[in-house]
């Protein structure tokens, strides 16, 4: 019996420091923790900016809970992206931070707040011609 010519089409995150489970309330962010120095980072590295070292890195699990440090709604954005939408950077509790839009809230000033407590969920964003299908996160209010 012949194989078929195309692979099994694969889940695969969009970013690098996004980690896969089984189910999509089992994935998690992961950060580099560099093993000369102990600074952290989010997703992988390959130099320390600290110490420029090489590390080794190890791999951390980080938390999914976190607060909303800076936010903006943003009016205008790439063709096919609708606005408005809130982008942020959220502080996580180890200490690092990321760029991550806020869902879960209508995008207007009143409804967000420097501190603000959000939880990190994923979503299918998209799907390529293979039928790969793409994970990228956002957080919601927790
Ligand atoms: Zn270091």
């Not at 962010?29 to 600074?39: D, E, F, I, K, P």
Request: charged share 20%; proline share 8%.
């Amino acid at each position: 019996m012949a194989e078929a010519a195309t692979a099994t089409p694969e889940t695969r995150p969009l970013v690098p420091h996004l980690k896969l489970g089984e189910t999509r309330d089992q994935d998690y962010l992961a950060g580099s923790r560099c093993q000369n120095c102990g600074t952290l980072y989010v997703g992988p590295r390959q130099f320390c900016a600290k110490c420029s070292s090489q590390g080794p890195f190890a791999t951390e699990r980080l938390s999914s809970n976190g607060e909303v440090y800076v936010w903006s709604i943003i009016h205008q954005s790439r063709p096919g992206i609708p606005t408005p939408y809130i982008a942020a950077v959220v502080d996580l509790p180890e200490g690092v931070a990321v760029n991550a839009n806020i869902l879960g809230v209508e995008p207007k000033p009143e409804n967000m707040h420097f501190g603000m407590k959000v939880k990190m969920e994923t979503e299918k964003v998209s799907e390529d011609r293979e039928g790969n299908s793409y994970i990228a996160y956002h957080f919601v209010p927790a």
